[in-house]
């Protein structure tokens, strides 16, 4: 089946850790994209990639790095810059305008 | 600033019973609108896309419209049933060089059998 697969699920650091968390999709989509989700939020965009090798800064970049060295992975480093990293992250691709969700990544600050 | 929102914020209904909810958008730099469903746990899924004013869209018991002038879009739900039960995102997006998409906080939707 294809789609997108993000891990962990859940994850726990403690602060000045970095964190790295793992997106790969198999649907061939060249755009991928990392949101964050706090509570009584919208999706907020972090980074966006339109192709391999390429990336920019979404609306929330700061504290966060990625990587596109393959067109089916899209990591995502949240760097203890951050400062409020606890929260849930989407990662997503696009066809023809449409999003395609992994199921999401919880990651917990101690 | 390009805002996005829904209301309610939440909804309690109870089976059999029809709902429905409120995304509201900037009515300027229009592209589409999407509607995802996103149950706990999973993926958020596509529910529809709409682009032209007044736009209508079905699905099953689930239907949306669409008004771009005054930058609204209704999802209603007919006889509600406890597999509706998720969080119902819209999303914005704007024409821009990529795929811009501002998506509103959310409508949770909870059907009690």
Request: charged share 20%; aromatic share 14%.
């Amino acid at each position: 089946d294809g789609g997108i697969t993000q891990s962990p699920k859940y994850l726990f650091r403690k602060e000045g850790q970095n964190v790295t968390l793992s997106c790969e999709q198999n649907l061939n989509h060249d755009a991928m994209y990392w949101y964050r989700q706090d509570p009584g939020q919208g999706l907020r965009l972090i980074y966006y990639s339109q192709i391999v090798n390429d990336f920019q800064k979404g609306d929330i970049a700061e504290g966060y790095s990625v990587s596109r060295e393959k067109k089916e992975s899209f990591p995502l480093t949240v760097t203890s810059a951050q400062k409020n990293p606890t929260a849930f992250y989407l990662c997503a691709s696009t066809f023809r305008g449409e999003l395609f969700f992994g199921e999401g990544s919880r990651l917990t600050v101690l | 600033i390009l805002n996005v929102e829904q209301s309610p914020q939440s909804l309690h209904v109870q089976e059999g019973d029809s709902t429905n909810f409120t995304c509201s958008f900037p009515s300027s730099n229009f592209y589409a609108l999407h509607w995802y469903r996103w149950e706990t746990a999973k993926s958020p899924e596509a529910l529809f896309v709409m682009t032209l004013n007044g736009d209508e869209k079905k699905k099953g018991r689930i239907s949306a419209t669409l008004n771009t002038k005054e930058g609204y879009s209704y999802l209603y739900i007919k006889g509600s049933q406890p597999e509706d039960s998720a969080t119902y995102l819209c999303a914005f997006r704007v024409k821009t060089s990529y795929d811009k998409v501002i998506f509103g906080p959310g409508t949770s939707l909870s059907v009690i059998p």
